[in-house]
Structure formats: C-alpha cells, structure tokens
C-alpha cells in the first residue's frame, strides 16, 4: 500500500512565524501535491512538483512556498504565516500516469493565532 | 469555467436502503473521473475512476459509479448503504492534458441511519 505520511497531525503557530508542513512518500511518486481543505470549498491546490526541484504554482499558492530536494519528500512552507491560514492541509502523492488516483497524507490541521 | 458540482451538501439514508451521491461537472475535453472518501480526521482515499469503456465502474467497499457523458455526470451508488458509509465523498474530474488540473467538488456529507 502507498503511504503517504505528514510529520504534524496538529499545529498551533502565532501570526508571523514561519511553518515547515513535511510530507513524505514511500511509492517512488514523480507528483506530489499540496492543497488545503475548507468547509464547503473542496480542495484547492496550493502547490504541485512533478519531479525534483521543479514545481508548479497551483490555484492560491500566494504565501506559500515548497521544496522538493528528494523525491519521497515534498515541503509546504508558509512564509509568514496569518490567521486567514488556519485550515486543513493534505500532502498527495500520485505515479505520471494522468489516470492515476492521488493517495492523501492524513492532513495536518494548523491554527494560526 | 471548469468546474464540478455536487448540488447536495448532505445525503440522508437508512441502513439498507440504496444511496446515490451526484456530481455534475463542466470540464473540456474527455477528464478523467474519480470519486473519493474521507472519514473523520483522516485524507482522502481513492474510491473508484472511470477512464473510458464500461459506463457502470466498481469500486471499493461495494461503491459503483455510473458515468453518463451526455449529462456530463458520474454519480456514486451502492445498493445497500451501511453506516460504516456515513462519511464525506468527493467527486474529482483531472483534465487529459494536464498532470496538476485536478478540480475536486465542495464534498458531500453521506450520513446512514441504523
């Protein structure tokens, strides 16, 4: 089975601090993705990397950056971070394939404060 | 604009009885289709897809979907809901020409009765 895994269940940070969110994956993975889900919102992609070092911007990637120095493991880093990012996060990993399904982390559900 | 669409924020169902969750959606070309669970606490899990051939699908746990292209439609049915079901389902639509442009619907809480 694929696993995807996010190093924080929960995190509370204060307004301004910088927050590292990791996710790793265990399937050798070319894309790996970072989106945020809201209450009636769905999912909206923040940032998607379909190999090492290379990235896309996704939909709201406004005060976020990543890194993908390995490929098993991709970062999502809020530079400053501001109580409108309080949310739900989920790394996902999927193989090159465009039919290929995404395998979702467990989420990592930040608070701003 | 690409979009998908689950009209019904919430789905009520006894136990036993046969449950439908819709998903419209408005994407050129021919996406890829997909339909994903999430329990509380926890990330999405794959479901089932539909990438061409058979418009009735299988899935995990029992689930089918029924892909209709003229209505541009892939609803979510299981003949006997369990309340193991009670869960929020999403419908997601990835474009063909695109790795990234994945369009993920607002969700869908599926709540089953004993």
């Known amino acids: 089975d694929v696993k995807v895994t996010q190093s924080s269940r929960y995190l509370v940070k204060r307004t301004g601090e910088k927050v590292f969110l990791e996710c790793v994956q265990d399937m050798d993975h070319e894309n790996m993705f970072w989106y945020r889900q809201d209450p009636g919102l769905g999912l909206r992609l923040i940032y998607f990397s379909y190999d090492v070092k290379m990235k896309e911007k996704g939909d709201i990637p406004e005060g976020y950056s990543v890194s993908r120095e390995k490929k098993e493991r991709f970062s999502l880093i809020l530079e400053s971070a501001s109580t409108n990012q309080t949310s739900m996060y989920l790394c996902?990993?999927?193989?090159?394939?465009?039919?290929?399904?995404?395998?979702f982390g467990n989420g990592t559900r930040l608070t701003v404060t | 604009a690409q979009s998908v669409a689950q009209p019904e924020d919430q789905v009520n169902v006894a136990e036993g009885n046969p449950l439908t969750v819709k998903c419209t959606y408005s994407?050129?070309?021919?996406?890829?289709l997909f339909w994903y669970v999430q329990y509380p606490n926890r990330g999405l899990q794959f479901l089932l897809k539909y990438i061409t051939g058979d418009n009735l699908v299988k899935g995990s746990y029992g689930f089918e979907a029924e892909f209709n292209k003229s209505q541009t439609s892939f609803h979510l049915k299981k003949p006997s809901a369990l309340v193991s079901d009670s869960a929020l389902y999403f419908c997601?639509?990835?474009?063909?020409?695109?790795?990234?442009?994945?369009?993920f619907g607002s969700g869908t809480r599926l709540s089953i009765r004993p």
């Open positions: 996902a990993s999927s193989g090159t394939g465009l039919n290929s399904p995404l395998h």
């Open positions: 997601a639509v990835r474009e063909r020409s695109s790795a990234s442009k994945i369009i």
């Open positions: 994407v050129s070309g021919n996406p890829y």
